[in-house]
């Protein structure tokens, strides 16, 4: 399993993308790639104008704003592409991610899309209320 931690050196985080896996019961890290500090991900970040958050939400790695007008369900598919094709760009391969949102992204195609191989996200949504 992969994520992105940070490590403090001299007052200034850097961040690097890990994966860690259980070896003699233990928990290690088998690969480890340096992404650089909070202000090179930021300038990854505005060049792309996109953005993800790493597991302490302190720095975006991706985000998309979009109009108004425009519901959250139909921005979804793409922005779950953008999402897979920018973790790719910063760790090299595809993510092993969990996607969590609100009951605003819930349609029929945006979890068709979940359920297929195609992203391989892990998903948990909100459920709509029924009366």
Request: glycine residues 10%; proline residues 2%.
């Amino acid at each position: 399993m992969g994520t992105i931690i940070s490590k403090k050196i001299k007052g200034i985080n850097y961040y690097y993308y890990v994966e860690s896996k259980r070896i003699d019961g233990k928990s290690k890290y088998v690969n480890q790639k340096y992404l650089g500090s909070a202000d090179k991900l930021l300038k990854m970040v505005n060049e792309s104008g996109k953005s993800l958050v790493t597991p302490d939400f302190s720095v975006p790695v991706l985000s998309e704003t979009y109009p108004g007008n425009r519901g959250d369900s139909t921005q979804f598919s793409d922005m779950m592409e953008q999402l897979k094709l920018r973790y790719r760009a910063i760790v090299g391969k595809d993510a092993q991610i969990t996607i969590v949102f609100d009951r605003g992204n819930n349609s029929e195609s945006n979890l068709d899309l979940l359920e297929s191989e195609c992203l391989g996200f892990h998903y948990a949504g909100g459920l709509k209320k029924i009366r």
